[in-house]
């Protein structure tokens, strides 16, 4: 399985504090995504960075690619209880075979008010 | 607005049975995914489809059956033969290129065996 991991499994801060969250990949991409998933409800894409980037911003979101460790980080800034939900992070490997996104198991982000 | 309609929301099976989750998407995305989400875990795929008539196996295909006769219709069968069938499915589109953008979902069917 080319599956990643993500790492930490389960993360509890209080609001206003930053997030951090890290994903594994295991061979080449073509570009990494995050989503995010409230309880019971679809995925929500929240930024996408190829390959050939190093750092992406959207808003209160930070994302980061070290090709070279295989690895990314989500960071959220300035939390929020709103931002309390499960984030994925999902790669789609470079090359032939087959298509569709390699999600990791995911990062359950608790935010305390 | 534009989105992905998965239908129902939840689904009862009994031991044995067929049945048929429905995904349908008016963004006029060429690519469709059919993904199941098990509790506490990650997303695997089961199919997908670039256009239509035309479809592949993702990762953990058993006992799952697809047909893409429209672009916007990607219709998911649970048959007999999956052996543990209990799951949340999500359906996902995306656009042409892969490379550029991400996925859309919808609000998933919540499958249980009874």
């Known amino acids: 399985s080319q599956q990643g991991e993500e790492d930490p499994q389960a993360l509890s801060i209080q609001e206003g504090e930053n997030a951090t969250m890290n994903c594994s990949y295991k061979t080449s991409i073509n570009n990494l995504q995050w989503y995010r998933q409230n309880s019971g409800r679809g995925l929500v894409h929240l930024i996408l960075?190829?390959?050939?980037?190093r750092e992406k911003h959207s808003g209160r979101l930070r994302v980061t690619l070290d090709t070279s460790k295989k690895s990314s980080s989500l960071l959220i800034t300035a939390s929020r209880a709103a931002d309390t939900a499960s984030y994925f992070c999902a790669a789609l490997y470079s090359g032939g075979g087959a298509d569709g996104l390699t999600f990791g198991k995911g990062t359950h982000l608790i935010i305390q008010p | 607005d534009g989105g992905i309609t998965q239908s129902p929301k939840y689904l009862f099976r009994k031991e044995g049975q067929n049945v048929t989750l429905s995904c349908e998407q008016n963004l006029n995305h060429d690519a469709m995914y059919w993904y199941r989400q098990d509790p506490g875990q990650g997303l695997r795929l089961i199919y997908y489809?670039?256009?239509?008539?035309?479809?592949q196996k993702g990762d953990i295909a058993e006992g799952y059956s697809v047909s893409r006769e429209k672009k916007e219709s990607f219709p998911l069968t649970v048959t007999s033969a999956q052996k543990n069938p209990t799951a949340f499915y999500l359906c996902a589109s995306r656009a042409r290129d892969r490379g550029g953008y991400g996925y859309t979902f919808g609000s998933g069917t919540r499958l249980t065996v009874v």
């Open positions: 489809s670039q256009i239509v008539n035309d479809f």
């Open positions: 960075i190829r390959s050939n980037e």
